[in-house]
C-alpha cells in the first residue's frame, strides 16, 4: 500500500502556495522567521543565530529507520537533516551539523528531488529535522515537489523553538509535527541552550501545532499520518522540568497527544563542561519521569528502555 495523504495539503490552491511563499522569502530580508528575531538580512549574511544565510543547506536525506514506530513503520521515513539551528544546546547530539555546520548547499528544486527519491525509495513520510531557519525554502520545495508528484505526508521535526507566526504558514502543508518540549525552566534553557524565553515560546508554539492537526492520528498499519507526537527528553538532575512540562500537555494542549518520553541523553559537544549534565540518566530519574505520565494521564506514546547510569 502506498502512502497518500489525507486531503488538506494536496488541496492548498498554487495561489496560496505561492503567496506564502513570497512573504516568507521577504521576510528573511530582516530575518523574523524564527523566533530569535535577528533583523538581518539573510541575503547578504549568514550572521544571525543559526548560522545560515538564504541558501539551503542539508546534510543528508535518507531512509531512517529510528524514530518512534508510527513514523519510522516498517520503510522508514524519509529524513532531511539540516544545517545550521537557531539553539545552541550545550548538549546537541548533532552538533556536527547543527552548530558546526557540516553539509552541502543545494537548491530548492534540488530539495524537491531529493523529497521524490525519498518517496521513491518507499518512505512513509518526508522528515524534516532541524527545518525552523528554512521555513520558506522548505515551502518553495515542497510547492515544486507537490507539482512533481510528492504524496507522502510532510513530518516537521523540531526543537520547539519556533515563532507562531511562522508556523501558520505551514499550516495546510505540515502533517505530523514532532517538537520537542526541552525544558520548562527558562533558567536552564539559558544555561544550556541560550535561550532565555524557551518556555514562554514552546508553549504557544505547540498550541498552534495541536490547534492545525490536533492528537496523532495512525491508519490501520499503525502508521502515523497527521497530528502532533511531542518529544521529551530526560535530563540528569530534573534540568528538564519534567513535571511541569506533562502538566501543560495535559491540561493545556490535550491528552490525545502522543508523547515519546526518551532516556538516551548522554554527554555530547559542550557538555562535559557541565557538571550537571555531564553524565547520562539514572534508570531511577527516568522512572520518576514515567511515574508522571501516569499522574498526567498521558497515555499515548513511547517510552524507552535504553542505557543508565546506575547509582
Ligand atoms: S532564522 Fe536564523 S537569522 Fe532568522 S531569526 Fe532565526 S536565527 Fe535569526
Redesign the pocket.
Known amino acids: 500500500m502506498r502512502e497518500e495523504r489525507k486531503p488538506g495539503y494536496l488541496f492548498l490552491p498554487d495561489e496560496e502556495f505561492e503567496r506564502r511563499i513570497e512573504v516568507l522569502y521577504r521576510r528573511?530580508e530582516k530575518?523574523?522567521?524564527?523566533p530569535?528575531?535577528?533583523g538581518?538580512n539573510?541575503y547578504v549574511t549568514n550572521k544571525?543565530?543559526?548560522r545560515?544565510g538564504v541558501k539551503l543547506k542539508i546534510a543528508s536525506a535518507n531512509l531512517h529507520f529510528g524514530e518512534e514506530p508510527p513514523i519510522s513503520g516498517y520503510r522508514g521515513s524519509g529524513t532531511i537533516f539540516f544545517s545550521g539551528c537557531?539553539l545552541r544546546c550545550k548538549f546537541c547530539q548533532n552538533y556536527p551539523i547543527s552548530q558546526l555546520l557540516n553539509g552541502n548547499y543545494i537548491t530548492e528544486e534540488e530539495l524537491a528531488e531529493r523529497m521524490l527519491e525519498l518517496q521513491e525509495r518507499g518512505a512513509h513520510n518526508i522528515n524534516l529535522v532541524t527545518p525552523?531557519?528554512f521555513v520558506p525554502q522548505i515551502i518553495k520545495a515542497t510547492y515544486i515537489a507537490k507539482k512533481m508528484g510528492l504524496r507522502i505526508p510532510l513530518a516537521y521535526n523540531t526543537s520547539g523553538y519556533e515563532s507562531v507566526e511562522t508556523l501558520r504558514y505551514l499550516e495546510g502543508i505540515v502533517d505530523i509535527y514532532m517538537p520537542d518540549i526541552k525544558y520548562s525552566d527558562n533558567y536552564w534553557a539559558r544555561k544550556l541552550s541560550a535561550a532565555p524565553n524557551y518556555w514562554d515560546v514552546v508553549r504557544p508554539a505547540i498550541k498552534e501545532m495541536y490547534r492545525q492537526v490536533g492528537g496523532l492520528k495512525l491508519d490501520e498499519r499503525g502508521i502515523a499520518y497527521r497530528g502532533v507526537l511531542i518529544r521529551h527528553l530526560v535530563l540528569p538532575e530534573g534540568v528538564a522540568g519534567t513535571e511541569k512540562v506533562f502538566k501543560f500537555i495535559a491540561e493545556e494542549v490535550g491528552r490525545d497527544v502522543y508523547i515519546s518520553l526518551m532516556s538516551q541523553y548522554f554527554p555530547a559537544y559542550r557538555a562535559f563542561d557541565d557538571p550537571v549534565v555531564n553524565r547520562r540518566i539514572t534508570r531511577r530519574e527516568y522512572e520518576e519521569a514515567v511515574k508522571l505520565l501516569e499522574k498526567y494521564g498521558l497515555e499515548n506514546g513511547y517510552i524507552q528502555e535504553l542505557y543508565f547510569y546506575e547509582m
Open positions: 528573511m530575518c523574523n522567521i524564527c530569535r528575531n535577528c538581518i539573510r544571525g543565530l543559526c545560515m537557531p525552523t531557519h
